[in-house]
């Protein structure tokens, strides 16, 4: 698919088929990521590849257990209430139950790690719609990036103790064969010309 298009027709994927996408796939994704700029060059971001189906799901597990034990207050920002709640209620799984789940983290204090991390992020997911694969950036594990449990489970799975989490990415076969391109309207996102 050429650049453009696969930029343009680029969505969300929240529901995803069991099938796991072939490793060459995968490391494509992640390759778009690494190939992604950064700030001075810095090259700092760490891409962390869960395919493995018990840990995703040790990993929900623990992601639920966060959020059912926080409080619920108005003032929070709307998508952390809805997992709160959602984790209340029991039946949330924060990634959708997609095949992959690819965590970014970035060094704890650098200025650009977020900047870097959307970089790579936007790159993965340009490069998985034209693949042919759903992808979607989940942001749960950002949010708990302070958690302890969150952070003991993070270590074991090649986070640095020197590392914050930035942000993850889902990535599958959609449960409708191909990803959704229908693109959303743009009514915010203004642009001034002089
Ligand atoms: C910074 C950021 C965080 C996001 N976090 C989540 C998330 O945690 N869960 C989710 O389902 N979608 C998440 N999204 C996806 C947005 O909801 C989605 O991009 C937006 O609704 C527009 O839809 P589209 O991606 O299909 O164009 C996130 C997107 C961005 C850029």
């Keep these: 698919m050429e650049a453009l298009q696969a930029i343009l027709t680029r969505r969300s994927t929240r529901q995803y088929s069991e099938e796991m996408p072939p490793r060459e796939l ?4 992640v390759e778009a990521g690494r190939f992604a700029p950064s700030g ?3 090259q700092s971001t760490h891409f962390i590849v869960i395919t493995d189906p018990a840990v995703l799901l040790g990993l929900a597990d ?5 959020f059912a034990g926080m409080e619920l207050s108005d003032d929070l920002y709307i998508s952390l209430r809805n997992s709160i709640k959602a984790a209340k209620s029991g039946n949330y799984v924060f990634h959708y139950n997609a095949p992959v789940l690819i965590v970014i983290a970035n060094r704890r204090g650098y200025g650009n790690a977020m900047a870097d991390s959307s970089c790579a992020l936007e790159n993965m997911m340009i490069a998985a719609n ?3 694969l759903g992808s979607c950036w989940i942001n749960q594990l950002h949010w708990l990036d302070e958690d302890p449990t969150i952070r003991a489970r993070m270590y074991e799975l090649g986070l640095g103790e020197e590392e914050t989490i930035t942000g993850g990415l889902i990535l599958g076969y959609p449960a409708s064969g191909l990803p959704e391109r229908t693109p959303l309207e743009r009514k915010g996102n203004p642009v001034t010309w002089i």
């Design 26 to 29: 995968i490391e494509q994704v």
């Design 40 to 42: 001075s060059n810095s």
């Design 62 to 66: 623990d992601v639920r257990s966060a």
């Design 130 to 132: 034209a693949l042919d």
